[in-house]
């Protein structure tokens, strides 16, 4: 059975950094992408960053690009959110969502059927 964990995150000052994990489990193939999303107190899920797990390739929203850096180790079924300058802005519950039959490339508006349960980061000083 597929399944997703997150964790890694926490409270963080204004400018401080942290790395979530998105353990992956339970899935027969590479032909997957992994999506961060995430959603503050009172707005909606937002699409942040994505990564097919398979060959690689990688898509961030503009309100992430040069903060956050996503990865993938596949040794350890395992893909990570580096977010760096983080700003009080960025408080939220962040979860990782999994999109299957994705050979190439990944997209933040695509069918993604698994989700881990969140992590919350609040960032504040």
């Known amino acids: 059975q597929e399944q997703l964990v997150e964790s890694g995150g926490g409270l963080v000052q204004p400018g401080g950094s942290l790395i979530l994990s998105c353990a992956a489990s339970?899935?027969?193939?590479?032909?997957?992408?992994i999506g961060w999303f995430r959603q503050a107190p009172g707005k909606e899920r937002e699409g942040i960053s994505c990564?097919?797990?398979?060959?690689?390739?990688?898509y961030y929203e503009d309100f992430v690009k040069g903060r956050f850096t996503i990865s993938r180790d596949n040794t350890k079924d395992t893909v990570y959110l580096q977010m760096n300058s983080l700003t009080p802005e960025d408080t939220a519950v962040y979860s990782c969502?999994?999109?299957?039959?994705?050979?190439?490339?990944?997209?933040?508006?695509?069918?993604?059927?698994?989700w881990g349960q969140g992590t919350q980061v609040t960032v504040s000083s």
């Open positions: 969502a999994a999109e299957t039959g994705v050979l190439a490339g990944c997209r933040l508006h695509g069918t993604y059927d698994y």
């Open positions: 990564i097919n797990v398979g060959e690689g390739s990688t």
């Open positions: 339970g899935f027969i193939s590479n032909e997957y992408a």
